[in-house]
């Protein structure tokens, strides 16, 4: 039996409104041994992370869409090997970063204002270019990755410690060495 003034029968309730329940850069507090700050200060930095792999996400398919040149076949199909990759890592942050009782950052509008990856071109640019892009994106995710890392571990969330080691930091240390190799000149033919 429907209440009054609700749809009939089947009827979905369309075009809903609320208040927000959680603002972004809190944490609710959930029961896993960890203080309020702890989890605070984790949720923001995975954040920022999640952020920056949020674009390095569609970097690698803008890229693997733009490639070209004689490699085209190699690199379409590595670029999009690390996307997906890379695309495992956001829902493991994004998913860390809930378990902590935060919000991750989802809307790409507000993954834009959080990152700090250079916004590339519209088009496309030579192969070189923009292979140096995704390796310039790497070391900064690198970088920050560490340092988020160490000062995680040290306030105690050893989950999130792990997740940047295990997960973001070997997955890019890897990557960026795949990529790196195809911007040696080396002789194809002959020596
Ligand atoms: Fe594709």
């Not at 398919?61 to 590595?78: A, D």
Request: hydrophobic share 40%.
């Amino acid at each position: 039996m429907s209440s009054p003034g609700s749809p009939d029968g089947s009827q979905p309730w369309l075009h809903q409104r609320g208040r927000e329940i959680q603002g972004f850069g809190t944490v609710r507090q959930f029961p896993i041994g960890l203080s309020s700050d702890t989890r605070m200060y984790s949720c923001e930095r995975l954040n920022r992370v999640l952020a920056d792999t949020q674009i390095l996400y569609p970097l690698y398919k803008k890229y693997h869409w733009l490639m070209r040149g004689p490699t085209f076949y190699q690199l379409h199909l590595l670029l999009d090997k690390h996307a997906g990759e890379q695309l495992a890592l956001v829902d493991m942050l994004a998913e860390r970063v809930q378990t902590l009782g935060g919000v991750a950052v989802g809307d790409p509008r507000h993954v834009a204002e959080i990152t700090r990856v250079p916004r590339p071109p519209n088009g496309a640019e030579e192969v070189p270019a923009m292979l140096s892009r995704l390796l310039e994106a790497h070391e900064l995710i690198l970088i920050d990755a560490h340092d988020a890392a160490k000062r995680i571990g040290e306030m105690g969330d050893d989950g999130s410690n792990d997740l940047l080691v295990s997960n973001v930091i070997r997955t890019g240390e890897l990557q960026a060495w795949f990529l790196a190799e195809h911007l040696v000149e080396v002789p194809l033919v002959r020596t």
